[in-house]
């Protein structure tokens, strides 16, 4: 493990950017990023022991227990770790089983790392519209976000073909305007309660202005961990 490595938390509604801003940091900066979701597809697409639990119980309605989650990452993370100077963690922890499990771990396992955590602040109606315009890589392996907005940074260069592998883009089901609304309301519930956790802990939740263009979120960040 690299006496020096950092880690992430990214914490910011369905369409805050906090996603993007992480592809930003693995292309940029040479970063690594961890979101459970694309770890859940990539170890049930893999036939792996524990993609074939996670399918079975996300095929059963259920949610994948906190220990079983925090074990796929644990694994992840050991691997990473030698590779990359920073690890950022898009989405994860989701619960606050996952933020107890995850601050032991990192006491447990790296504790000569640093953990910060990033907060990017945008109003709902905001979302609404960034998230109903989000087109996603259908590839199991690669995911990458882009926008159908005019105005948007992360259009397609070929409308409907994921730049990175040529894959057609998607409109996730989850996208849907009321879904959206839902989305937004079960994430505010459990964001309170993980953001309170943190800084009972110590750490301090910083602040980055989710409006602002996202090359200008990115400098900003930049910005601040290189302080």
């Not at 693995?26 to 074939?52: C, M, N, P, Y």
């Not at 119980?57 to 989650?69: A, P, Q």
């Amino acid at each position: 493990m690299k006496a020096d490595s950092r880690f992430f938390l990214f914490f910011g509604s369905p369409g805050a950017g906090k996603g993007t801003l992480a592809q930003m940091c693995v292309e940029r900066l040479g970063w690594a990023q961890l979101s459970t979701g694309d770890l859940f597809r990539k170890h049930i697409a893999e036939g792996t022991s524990i993609g074939k639990h996670i399918d079975f119980v996300i095929k059963s309605g259920k949610l994948v227990d906190d220990t079983v989650v925090m074990n796929m990452v644990s694994e992840w993370m050991q691997e990473k770790i030698s590779e990359v100077d920073a690890i950022i963690f898009d989405g994860f922890p989701r619960t606050l089983p996952q933020a107890q499990l995850f601050t032991d771990l990192i006491k447990e396992k790296f504790s000569q790392s640093s953990l910060r955590v990033f907060e990017l602040e945008v109003e709902s109606e905001l979302v609404i519209k960034r998230l109903s315009s989000r087109r996603v890589c259908s590839a199991k392996n690669c995911q990458t976000v882009f926008s159908v907005s005019p105005d948007s940074e992360r259009q397609a260069a070929v409308p409907g073909i994921c730049d990175r592998c040529g894959s057609k883009l998607i409109q996730r089901a989850d996208d849907a305007d009321e879904t959206i609304r839902t989305r937004l309301t079960v994430y505010h519930k459990h964001a309170n309660e993980l953001l309170n956790f943190f800084k009972k802990s110590g750490v301090q939740i910083e602040k980055l202005d989710g409006y602002k263009p996202l090359d200008e979120v990115f400098e900003n960040f930049v910005a601040l961990v290189s302080e």
